[in-house]
């Protein structure tokens, strides 16, 4: 279908979606012989619009900001780990439980952070900014895992009746978990997967971090989706439910374990807790288009 005809494109920014396509495409590509101002009819003449699914599913996802130190102390006492020594990408390594318990990777912590929670989301979110006391910002970046499933807490919490399904939230997570004490430390270990980072240099503090693509993310255009969907560099249309969202055209630059199937998405929100606060409450079904090229629509 033509993109005139799409529910909010004539509304949408499209410098913005150019802007961010770019970080995808090679520097030979037409997108980048175009000026700004001319982004929608680019866009229009290039591309149609097919449907990936009526029935999808859209969340959030963001950069946190965390308090840590290099070193630990009484406060900064959480770490966050590299790679295992000897690991490989693909490998299995022991559980979330099984590398407390036994201390697999003493000697791999990169940093230090106070709380156990916070640090298990950071994970979730897969990259993160360090803020040192000293005053100055490092970044870390997803590097790998331990190949063990992904258990979702907030759908662990709702099975279990401690919090209400249509009130699940990253706040209302961190509410249990304030209530609960050594309970909810041991909830954590019921996920089985662990994410494995690396410092990341260079980067440009006013960009997102970097994705699966290693390409900067871009706050409310870049999305993370199922790569057996859709392939990295796409152009994605989603039209979410939630009115305050609002139908726009994103690029599939990441991906994530827990996005999975057609339809499944999972929106890039920014960095910091203004943005945390959005992609915690991100949880919404959705409409997924992809833009093809109209020389090569089916």
Known sequence: MDLTSLPGWAEDDHAAALTTYRESCASDDAAWQVVLADARQF????????AVSNDGHLTGYYEPEL???????????????????GWEAGDVFATRAEIADQDLLLGRELVWVA???E???????????ILLPDGTSRRLGYTGKNGQPYVSLGKLLVARGEIVADAVSVQAIRDWFAANGENAQQTLRENPSYV???WLEGLDPAKGPLGTMRKPLTAMRSIAVDLDVLPLGS?????????????????????????????????????GDAAGA?????NTPMTMLRLVRRDRAT
Do not use: M, W
């Not at 866009?43 to 097919?50: I, N, S, W, Y």
């Not at 308090?67 to 020594?85: C, M």
């Open 235 to 271: 152009l994605t249309y989603i039209i979410p439910s939630d009115e305050s969202i609002g139908p726009r055209l994103c690029v599939a630059q990441d991906t994530g374990g827990a996005i999975k199937g057609e339809g499944r998405g999972d929106l890039f929100c920014g960095t």
């Open 43 to 50: 866009f229009e003449d290039r591309f149609l619009a097919e």
């Open 278 to 282: 959005l992609a915690g409450s991100l």
């Open 196 to 198: 494995f980072f690396q």
């Open 119 to 129: 640090a298990f989301l950071l994970q979730v979110q897969g990259s993160g900014r």
């Open 115 to 117: 709380d156990p929670l």
């Open 67 to 85: 308090a840590g130190a290099l070193h630990p102390d009484n406060y900064f006492s959480v770490p966050l780990h590299g790679v295992p020594e």
